[in-house]
């Protein structure tokens, strides 16, 4: 863990924010208290953009307008 002055942060920001890319964590201190930590950012375990394609498919009337039971549900009117 590499400890930084906010004043030494402030002039060196990114060249920290690259080491802490690289795997170091990164403390940025104020008389010599402990204020902030630079961290790695981990790898999203998130799906893809497009991980579905293929697999879904919208009907043709998908943006048709909705019954009028199902509008006045919505909207919260009751005949």
Do not use: W, Y
């Not at 790898?43 to 498919?57: F, P, S, W, Y």
């Amino acid at each position: 863990m590499i400890i930084v002055p906010l004043a030494e942060a402030k002039n060196n920001l990114s060249k920290l924010v690259d080491e802490a890319a690289a795997g170091k964590i990164i403390t940025i201190a104020k008389h010599g208290r402990a204020l902030a930590s630079l961290v790695p950012v981990g790898k999203t375990g998130g799906r893809r953009i497009g991980a579905m394609k293929g697999k879904l498919v919208l009907p043709q009337d998908f943006d048709a307008p909705l019954p009028d039971e199902m509008l006045d549900a919505f909207e919260g009117t009751h005949e």
